[in-house]
């Protein structure tokens, strides 16, 4: 496992004497950075490859300073079993995106450092090369730009993941907001690292270039914690769906990797409005004309459980009536 700490922090010249910021701001911003960093080792290391985001919030003067954690899982257990030596540890992935490039952002050396060259301008062409050590990289050609760029291929690769970029633009929500206008990038209690105002236009201009560029085909993603509530469960060990209640919407989601449906049977039957915390994975599936389908569901796993207050059924049974996915 490898693992790695730094810190984000809002900050500005004209931010007033306090340590406050808008959760509408914060919340979607500390978001993207757990997602930008997931889209990141999935893109260098592989899908197989599991990090987790963990932050705790920090206050200092007159800036919002946020510590965070990346966790890359089955670090050594990817070296060995899938035998691919060049897996990167969590601060080489911070590097590569740009967190954790020393000074300012660099051109081309980094995906913030890719944006910020490209300006928001279209790409015109692409060439791809291999260098004497047989490592990939692309040459880039964009609009207006007398000179071409030539940037390490998985991070061209990341330029064109959409999750990434919307990710990207998403971390800098909070800035042209209370005062804030840069970022900040520190460990140990030292600035090791500053995205200016004008960088951060222009990599939120490439972000927006390129989200409209890109043709995205994969499934979009997320994991979320959420309430479900029981509203027909299937009485069978093997099942692998349950009907579930996710806010107003009457769902199915996949129970196939948890023990829902033993620990109900375990228990004696399972009660209408039985309510499970969850990690629950949100995919839509998006085909080649672009158009997403209904989202589907699959818990990951169970955070609490809350059993609904017994009362009489028909028959004495304190059971809700199995249902079928084609009723809906």
Request: charged share 30%.
């Amino acid at each position: 496992m490898s693992r790695q700490q730094f810190s984000i922090a809002y900050t500005g010249e004209g931010r007033k004497d306090d340590h406050s910021i808008s959760v509408e701001s914060l919340a979607p911003a500390l978001m993207a950075f757990g997602k930008l960093m997931r889209e990141a080792n999935s893109e260098f290391n592989g899908k197989k490859a599991k990090a987790n985001v963990y932050v705790v919030s920090d206050f200092e003067h007159k800036c919002f300073n946020i510590n965070f954690e990346l966790v890359v899982g089955f670090y050594e257990q990817i070296k060995t079993f899938l035998q691919i030596d060049d897996v990167k540890n969590a601060k080489e992935i911070l590097e590569w995106i740009g967190i954790l490039a020393t000074g300012s952002v660099t051109v081309g050396g980094s995906f913030f450092g890719y944006l910020k060259w490209k300006k928001g301008r279209k790409t015109t062409d692409v060439q791809e090369i291999r260098d004497e050590s047989g490592q990939g990289k692309v040459v880039v050609h964009v609009e207006g730009a007398a000179n071409p760029i030539t940037i390490n291929q998985t991070i061209y690769n990341l330029s064109l993941n959409p999750r990434a970029l919307r990710a990207a633009r998403d971390a800098f929500l909070p800035i042209g907001q209370d005062g804030f206008d840069r970022v900040e990038i520190r460990q140990d209690d030292r600035i090791v690292g500053t995205i200016e105002p004008s960088s951060i236009e222009d990599i939120v201009a490439s972000c927006t270039t390129a989200i409209a560029e890109t043709k995205e085909t994969e499934p979009d993603v997320d994991v979320t914690t959420a309430w479900l509530s029981v509203y027909s469960p299937v009485y069978d060990e093997d099942a692998e769906k349950w009907r579930f209640r996710l806010g107003t919407d009457i769902i199915y989601a996949d129970i196939s990797e948890t023990s829902i449906a033993h620990d109900a049977l375990v228990r004696g039957g399972a009660l209408t409005d039985d309510t499970y915390q969850v990690r629950l994975e949100i995919a839509v599936q998006i085909d080649d004309k672009g158009n997403r389908s209904k989202p589907e569901y699959k818990v990951l796993e169970v955070i609490r459980f809350v059993q609904a207050e017994p009362r009489l059924r028909q028959g004495g049974l304190p059971l809700a009536q199995s249902d079928s996915e084609d009723d809906i």
